[in-house]
């Protein structure tokens, strides 16, 4: 009865991607049958990573991430794991031959979280970018060019910098709460008690140049990932020109988001330029 509770392990990494995350799951469900429950199942494994180093305030962090962390290895290794997230995760890692580095550098920059709190420099900046968001890009390639190495290798540049992209505009776009709740400051040389419209300029620069990089990587995806990628570029990049145009102050004390009426148009205006050959 495994094949049972491996359908059971994928519902659960499919109702958490659900439920985390509306944007990701709109994209998710625009990409072709055949590779969704992978990335139901990545998404669900990275997910619940940051919840223990974000959220669970009342409890022991450290106890909890070091317990993931060995659950992981252990799932890993053997291939099953009693917790549903993990062993849905297992299963795509050796379906498409995950790298184990990719999975180190992702839960080395979870497990900073646990206790570092500023970023001075841009090594560790881009270091700590890599491992929570670059090598979940690509996990994700891995799975959209269904284990075709050469089209890896060609795409994987733009993958990382769409994935920096997108934890970029997270940075930005959670300022109040990464700096008055959890007490982080991910952008070095800023001094965000002082954010003005100069030092918001620079970060958006920043970010556009990822953004331009990854969307000629978008456009030479596989058929069965290609608008769900690029309805997931479109909404990111939707939510940087919102960033761009609201004052340095509000952002400071304000979570800015883009509703849920202008996702649909987007999802709309998606598909007219994906049918229409337009990306």
Avoid: W
Avoid at 156 to 181: C, H, I, P, T, Y
Wanted: glycine share 2%.
């Amino acid at each position: 009865m495994k094949a049972l509770f491996d359908t059971v392990s994928n519902s659960c990494s499919k109702i958490v991607t659900q439920s985390y995350s509306t944007s990701f799951s709109m994209a998710t469900k625009m990409l072709a049958t055949s590779i969704r429950q992978d990335i139901y199942n990545i998404y669900g494994f990275v997910r619940f990573a940051d919840e223990i180093v974000d959220s669970f305030h009342d409890y022991d962090k450290e106890t909890l991430f070091i317990k993931f962390e060995a659950d992981l290895e252990d799932s890993l290794a053997n291939k099953i794991s009693l917790n549903p997230i993990l062993n849905a995760f297992q299963h795509t890692y050796h379906k498409y031959s995950i790298e184990k580095h990719m999975v180190d550098s992702f839960m080395r920059s979870m497990k900073l979280d646990l206790s570092k709190t500023t970023y001075l420099t841009e090594n560790e900046y881009n270091d700590y970018i890599y491992g929570s968001a670059d090598v979940v890009g690509l996990m994700c390639l891995k799975v959209f060019v269904k284990g075709d190495d050469t089209k890896y290798n060609e795409l994987k540049a733009s993958a990382m910098s769409l994935g920096s992209a997108f934890q970029k505009v997270n940075f930005l776009r959670d300022l109040k709460a990464d700096f008055d709740v959890l007490e982080r400051s991910y952008f070095p040389n800023t001094d965000l008690n002082n954010l003005d419209e100069s030092a918001k300029q620079l970060i958006i620069k920043d970010i556009e140049s990822d953004f331009a990089k990854g969307l000629e990587g978008v456009k030479l995806l596989p058929i069965e990932a290609k608008f769900g990628v690029f309805m997931a570029y479109r909404y990111y990049n939707q939510l940087l020109k919102k960033l761009k145009k609201t004052p340095a102050l509000e952002i400071k004390n304000t979570r800015i988001r883009v509703p849920n009426y202008k996702k649909v148009e987007l999802l709309t205006r998606s598909y007219v330029k994906y049918q229409l050959n337009l990306l």
